[in-house]
């Protein structure tokens, strides 16, 4: 797939707007950022609640977001802007998640993981895979729900980070379904400038160059473990005690967004 932008193109002051969904490789697209505007040009929220602290006019001084932040508040946003986001396979980014925070658990002393803000990271680290997906308290209950369970398809079908905690009771009383909402998620992801996938870091980096001007010199990885598949990661955590139980809830947890993920990757295969 081609670049969106050609080099030697006139000098553009259009906006970018990062939809960073956790756990496909935001931290590397962020650092193309920081590199091609400088930290100056970015905006320095990165959370709904962070952006809820600035006004209109405050998010317009900045030329880049790129949040873990609700896609609804970056309306606010004027002007020419480009507005793009990076998926990876659905299976893979939730369990990479789980073994991001519980190899960083791992590296923190006990001293550390007691403290309140880290109740997350305590939770991996002290419990099976079993008890940490299916009990626990409330509050890891509705966080496992809003990062796990199909993603995509709320964030994008809603706009908004917590927008599978919002439509909750209108799915129990059935005045909404899941089928609905990834339609819904389809059609917000097609009003989207440009969607590229973990495997096009490349491309995103060019693009990025191109807009800003900036030559950005040498490779950009997402991660370590960009080379692993889901497979080895399942093999992994059932190492680690994990049951079939878990493993069909993980996948329950991708279901819908692999609908996502497969109608994505169709229309790249489809672009010259």
Known sequence: MKSLFKLGSKPSNKKLVFLHVPKTGG???RQMLHDAFGEAAICPA???EELCT???AQLNEYRVHAPHGDWSTLDAV???KMVFTVLRDPLDRILSYYFYVADKAEKMSK???SLSHHQGLNAVHSMSPDEYFFEGPPHLRAFIADTYDNFYTY???TRRMDGRRKLNNLMQRGMHDIHHLVDAALSNIDALDRVYTLDELHLIQQDIADISKTPLK????ANKNISSLPADR???LRARGASEAVINLLYSYSEHDYKIWNAVCAKRKQMP
């Open 27 to 29: 931290q590397s697209v």
């Open 46 to 48: 990165r959370s709904t």
């Open 54 to 56: 600035y006004s209109m």
């Open 78 to 80: 004027s002007g020419p």
């Open 111 to 113: 001293q550390d993981l």
């Open 155 to 157: 964030y994008f079908g």
């Open 218 to 221: 040498g490779a950009y990885y």
């Open 234 to 236: 399942l093999d992994r």
